[in-house]
């Protein structure tokens, strides 16, 4: 049988500057106010390494705990692999995209390409599930990087305002 190939994406604009959403973004310890799809322990530091990812059920329990490697790491992009079991059965790899469109206007991309022997099997099952749960995820990002008050963030203590 064929390995088989599936991506999945969402887009958001979100009306805030790049390096305000993407400190946003790193600011894990916040997480549990706006992320309604997963959690890690810290935020990765290096391509190569492998980080601890807790995915969430609807009603907020973990679901699935999974260990993907860092692919990429730069600035406004992660990327991250995951598999189940073993490699070429079903593999995820993630990407959260930043790009600035203005001063003032960022896009989230978040993606998928699934891969793997099981795709045909799971599309309804895990595929479909998970863009909806994409969707929902940017949303409630948005929402909260849009109205949270900056200035009183631990996390954003770094960014330059005049960017």
């Known amino acids: 049988m064929p390995t088989r190939h599936v991506r999945i994406e969402s887009r958001i604009f979100i009306n805030k500057p790049i390096e305000q959403v993407w400190a946003q973004f790193k600011c894990v310890d916040a997480y549990s106010q706006w992320n309604t799809l997963f959690d890690i322990e810290k935020f990765p530091t290096q391509v190569g390494q492998q980080i601890n990812v807790d995915l969430y ?17 730069e600035n406004y992009h992660l990327e991250w692999e995951g598999k189940l079991y073993v490699n070429g059965l079903f593999n995820g790899r993630h990407q959260f995209i930043f790009q600035s469109l203005d001063e003032n206007t960022t896009e989230l991309i978040q993606a998928e390409d699934f891969k793997g022997l099981l795709i045909p099997f799971l599309n309804r099952a895990v595929i479909q ?23 009183s963030n631990p996390c954003l203590d770094t960014i330059d305002e005049k960017k």
Do not use: A, C
Request: aromatic share 10%.
């Open 57 to 73: 059920d609807e009603n907020g329990k973990v679901k699935i705990q999974m260990q993907p490697v860092v692919l990429s790491l």
């Open 129 to 151: 599930p998970t863009l909806l749960n994409f969707r929902k995820m940017n949303v409630s990002f948005k929402t909260y990087v849009e109205t949270y008050n900056l200035d």
